[in-house]
């Protein structure tokens, strides 16, 4: 059965603290989806980034980057010089399943950002 | 470009009642997926409708059912409402070549007294 485990429930930094969100997977799959949303307080889930099973190259794309490790099932996402824009609820997925039917989401993870 | 949008906003209602959440999906998309965000969790999949049919369905009683028109539009039914379907009801919408590209909605705040 897949799983994804956020351990940290609920991280606090200073505007412009780099700051790392650790995701953890499980999966008996060798092809599988990974993602990454954002949950902001209006509560609607915005799309960050997808990366398959066959793909581990890290991606940055302005101020956050992502590094995939199979080797170890994770999927870490990084903010560099976080801003108080990015507090949010930060969820992982996973998804087994070719046609996206089933995804799999992370108990998210509660990041305030401090003026 | 309209994206998803559901309605109502927020709705309460007394344990045993039955409710209807509706979803719009993204203009261009066919498929639409529902979920359920207990307060604190990560968001469950319930079930996916495309072509009008349900394609796939968590674990997630038969109290729970759905409906895709002919507009791809969609409804979720909760019969015997329990205290514990109190959640966040979200709904995302992809299209059927595009399946990880998925935009969700605003939700919908279900209150059950």
Request: glycine fraction near 8%; aromatic fraction near 14%.
């Amino acid at each position: 059965a897949q799983k994804v485990t956020q351990a940290q429930t609920e991280i606090s930094v200073v505007e412009k603290e780099d700051v790392t969100l650790d995701c953890v997977y499980e999966t008996r799959d060798t092809t599988y989806y990974l993602f990454w949303y954002k949950q902001p307080p209006s509560g609607e889930l915005v799309f960050l980034i997808r990366r398959n099973s066959f793909d581990e190259q890290n991606e940055i794309s302005g101020r956050y980057s992502w590094n995939f490790q199979k080797s170890t099932s994770s999927f870490n996402f990084t903010i560099t010089a976080s801003q108080v824009v990015d507090s949010a609820v930060y969820f992982c997925a996973l998804s087994e399943d070719n046609y996206g039917q089933n995804f799999v989401f992370g108990p998210g993870t509660r990041l305030s950002v401090l003026p | 470009d309209a994206g998803v949008t559901q309605s109502p906003t927020h709705l309460i209602k007394t344990r045993g009642q039955q409710v209807t959440l509706r979803c719009s999906p993204k203009s261009g998309h066919d498929t639409v997926s529902w979920y359920q965000q207990a307060l604190g969790q990560g968001p469950q999949f319930i079930f996916q409708y495309y072509e009008e049919e349900e394609r796939q369905r968590g674990n997630f009683p038969d109290r729970f059912s759905g409906h895709q028109f002919p507009n791809y539009s969609s409804e979720l039914n909760v019969n015997a409402l329990l205290l514990g379907d109190s959640a966040l009801y979200l709904c995302a919408s992809s299209l059927k070549g595009v399946p990880y590209e998925q935009y969700f909605g605003p939700g919908t705040r279900l209150t059950v007294t």
